[in-house]
């Protein structure tokens, strides 16, 4: 790390106050370096009479309109190391005024339908910006780097280390979270006919189904739980199949119901398909391992009240598997925030890890992850 000082012989400088944030970081570029980043970090503090100033790292969102855009911008407004890069909204799909921004910043979030997006990363000529892309356009491209760090070591260093980054789908992580250590682990064959059943709030939807929800006049339909994606032919299908290493895309049933966020993804297993059969207990402890040293993974039993709320994690980055069943059938289910680890919440911790400032930066609030 260089620091750099401006009028070092100014009067009345709190040096506490400069010790303190030289110490900060000082311990951002060592977790950088434990990331395996290339942690090239300058930074530039300026001495008046009245403060010390630092500069942040520069971040704009490409398309802070939509649900996860306005998210994201709600969770950066709070964030201690970034400003955010602001764009003139009769100018937010103007090429050249978003080509200057996307330059202009350490990291652009693309929150983007996929057509647009591969035009945005078009605009970037920045050699040292980080693109991190919401859409599905990149999840499965040559190039880009699958954001989910829990994963393996290795995924959390392709992250640190990454300048391409595409965010991981809903459905898919909590699919992926499943699925990921049974291949891993070879608990489960790669041709193993996985089945997935994925309930979410309406929030997944964007502003058009919210609105459709939140309307008082809406459709009686709108009072049931709605199967979706009949076809059976999701987005999120390549990036479940190529991710985890399966030999074929599960069958996939996605279900939105009357609650705004949370989501429950259950994946079920019949044993003796299994590569070994293992009991509820037995897969506890496996996942449990694989998932060991996360801060917002958690591995549980079945609940003792007989019930799995998709809302249980709502408002928070954090995702619990329960693993549930008997030595027959096993259900593992992965319950989170659709707008936190499903979206909003995953893309702020891949950009903490792409700057070098830890997962959960600025994700916490006392004991609560947000």
């Known amino acids: 790390m260089q620091v750099l000082f401006t009028n070092p012989c100014i009067n009345h400088v709190d040096y506490r106050q400069i010790l303190h944030k030289i110490s900060k970081l000082l311990k951002t570029s060592s977790q950088a370096l434990d990331n395996g980043r290339n942690a090239d970090i300058i930074c530039l503090i300026h001495f008046t009479n009245e403060s010390v100033k630092i500069l942040k790292f520069k971040v704009f969102i490409d398309g802070a309109e939509g649900t996860t855009g306005l998210q994201l911008r709600t969770r950066l407004s709070a964030h201690g190391e970034i400003s955010l890069l602001e764009i003139d909204p009769d100018l937010r799909k103007d090429p050249s005024e978003r080509r200057k921004l996307i330059n202009q910043s350490d990291v652009t979030f693309l929150c983007l339908p996929d057509a647009a997006a591969k035009e945005a990363v078009g605009l970037c000529e920045n050699p040292d910006t980080v693109i991190i892309d919401a859409s599905t356009a990149h999840r499965t491209a040559p190039g880009w780097v699958y954001g989910f760090p829990e994963l393996s070591e290795d995924h959390r260093k392709a992250i640190a280390a990454g300048k391409r980054i595409a965010n991981p789908g809903c459905h898919a992580t909590g699919f992926i979270a499943a699925v990921y250590p049974l291949i891993k682990h070879g608990v489960a064959p790669k041709d193993y006919p996985f089945t997935c059943h994925s309930v979410t709030g309406y929030s997944g939807g964007g502003k058009k189904m919210i609105a459709q929800y939140e309307d008082e006049s809406r459709a009686h339909e709108l009072d049931s739980p709605r199967q979706y994606g009949l076809g059976l032919?999701?987005?999120?299908?390549?990036?479940?199949?190529?991710?985890?290493?399966?030999?074929?895309?599960?069958?996939?049933?996605?279900?939105?119901?009357?609650?705004?966020?949370?989501?429950?993804?259950?994946?079920?297993?019949?044993?003796?398909?299994?590569?070994?059969?293992?009991?509820?207990?037995?897969?506890?402890?496996?996942?449990?391992?694989?998932?060991?040293?996360?801060?917002?993974?958690?591995?549980?039993?079945?609940?003792?009240?007989?019930?799995?709320?998709?809302?249980?994690?709502?408002?928070?980055?954090?995702?619990?598997?329960?693993?549930?069943?008997?030595?027959?059938?096993?259900?593992?289910?992965?319950?989170?925030?659709?707008?936190?680890?499903?979206?909003?919440?995953?893309?702020?911790?891949?950009?903490?890890?792409?700057?070098?400032?830890?997962?959960?930066?600025?994700?916490?609030?006392?004991?609560?992850?947000?």
Do not use: W
Request: proline letters at 7%; charged letters at 20%; a negative charge.
């Open 233 to 370: 032919n999701h987005k999120h299908l390549p990036e479940m199949q190529v991710v985890t290493g399966i030999s074929e895309p599960p069958v996939f049933n996605p279900i939105v119901a009357d609650f705004y966020s949370g989501m429950c993804v259950s994946v079920p297993l019949v044993t003796r398909l299994l590569n070994k059969k293992v009991t509820p207990e037995e897969l506890i402890d496996i996942y449990a391992e694989h998932y060991s040293g996360s801060s917002l993974i958690s591995v549980h039993p079945a609940p003792d009240s007989g019930f799995l709320p998709a809302n249980d994690v709502e408002k928070t980055c954090r995702l619990k598997i329960f693993v549930m069943g008997n030595a027959e059938r096993i259900t593992v289910a992965a319950v989170f925030d659709n707008l936190g680890k499903g979206a909003s919440g995953a893309a702020v911790q891949n950009m903490n890890i792409a700057l070098g400032i830890g997962d959960t930066a600025y994700l916490e609030e006392g004991d609560r992850l947000l």
